[in-house]
């Protein structure tokens, strides 16, 4: 598993702002955000297939920076939580407005909370 910084661009930001952050948060088993258009994904993909699901959503006059990097980072006046990937709820009616986080199951092996980052 690697973790990529993901950082992007839009020329018009409220074009697909939510949509680019729902992708990204389903690009890896971990994701966390420390700045508005800063993302790092912790995936077993390549960075060739990470830009393949973002490409669609830009356009012609929007960035997209995508680095394979290490877990370290200085990081001033922000902090960095990791998230794990939503999983699918259980139970929940389609048309319901609850999005439940379930307990992985227990095949799994639980991790325990990754801690915040410490800014420099």
């Not at 669609?56 to 980072?73: F, M, S, T, Y």
């Not at 259980?90 to 992985?104: E, G, H, M």
């Not at 095949?107 to 980052?117: C, I, K, M, R």
Request: with cysteine; charged share 25%; net charge negative.
């Amino acid at each position: 598993m690697r973790t990529y910084l993901i950082s992007y661009d839009l020329a018009k930001p409220a074009r697909n702002q939510h949509v680019l952050a729902q992708v990204i948060m389903s690009m890896g088993a971990k994701w966390a955000r420390p700045l508005a258009n800063t993302w790092y994904v912790s995936s077993d993909r390549d960075e060739i297939d990470l830009e393949g699901d973002l490409k669609g959503l830009l356009g012609e006059e929007d960035g997209l920076l995508i680095q394979a990097v290490k877990r370290e980072a200085i990081l001033t006046n922000t902090s960095l939580r990791w998230f794990r990937q939503r999983r699918a709820a259980f139970d929940i009616a389609p048309d319901s407005n609850i999005v439940a986080f379930p307990v992985p199951p227990a095949a799994e092996p639980v991790e325990p909370e990754l801690p915040f980052a410490e800014a420099c």
